[in-house]
Every structure is written in C-alpha cells, then in structure tokens.
C-alpha cells in the first residue's frame, strides 16, 4: 500500500469522526505510544498503569517517581510536537530539539536534560549498536 493510499484513507475515516471521538483516538494513541517508547526505554510502568496515570491521573503507588514523572512528560511533550507541527514557520532546529530534550527529562535526569550524549549506548534485546557520539 502506497503512502497517498494511506493518506486518503485516513483522511476519509478521519471526515467521518466527530471532534470528541478524535481527541479521545488521539488521547489513546498517545498513551499507547508512551507506554512503548518509555518501555524500551527501562520504565516499570505497566501499560494499564501507564493507562490510568495519563487517562485517569492516578499514580501507581508502588512504582519509581522518575518513571511516573517521565511518562507525564513524555505525554505532554508529544502535544508540544504536534503543535510546533501545525506552525507551518517554525524551523525545527537542534536548539528546539534540545530544548524538548530538557523538557522531557529535567525533573528526572537534569544532568543530561537538553544535552547530546557523549557515551555509547546500548537498546536492550536488539543488535542495533546507536552513534556513539554527537559529531
């Protein structure tokens, strides 16, 4: 399937959905998209759990904080993105990923927050080795 095929199918699902119901899609896109990007990323949040926190505002009492307080973040951070998509003049630059950077991680890891790494990292499970540094 072609990405204009995709694209007008979409568009065609979306003309047919009222504003509540795509806010509510959006609203469980963007839980399930936290949920896996924080997963890879070593939180203990289960999915119902990310779930209630993001949907329903009720913290787990028995997990870590950093990965509550990250998975807010990240939550809000993505509407961010989708906003700054929507400005059509706005230039997307390494000082605003930066700056997302920051915002995602400042409460949690403020030593890297808005920072490039420098050091080699590894992702759990998969032979991908990521860059080991920035340029």
């Known amino acids: 399937m072609d990405i204009d095929k995709i694209k007008k199918n979409f568009s065609k699902e979306q003309s047919g959905m009222?504003?509540?119901?795509?806010?509510?899609?959006?609203?469980?896109?963007?839980?399930?998209?936290?949920?896996?990007?924080?997963?890879?990323?070593?939180?203990?949040?289960?999915?119902?759990?990310?779930?209630?926190?993001l949907e329903k505002g009720i913290a787990p009492k028995s997990k870590p904080m950093m990965d509550v307080q990250e998975a807010e973040a990240h939550r809000d951070l993505f509407y961010v993105v989708l906003k700054f998509k929507k400005k059509k003049k706005k230039k997307l630059t390494m000082n605003v990923v930066l700056d997302w950077h920051w915002n995602l991680f400042n409460k949690t890891k403020?030593?890297?927050?808005?920072?490039?790494?420098k050091y080699q990292v590894r992702i759990g499970g998969s032979k991908f080795i990521p860059s080991s540094s920035t340029g």
């Open 110 to 117: 403020p030593d890297m927050a808005g920072n490039l790494r």
């Open 18 to 53: 009222s504003k509540s119901i795509k806010e509510k899609e959006l609203q469980n896109f963007v839980t399930r998209f936290t949920y896996d990007t924080q997963r890879i990323e070593g939180s203990t949040l289960t999915r119902r759990e990310t779930f209630d926190l």
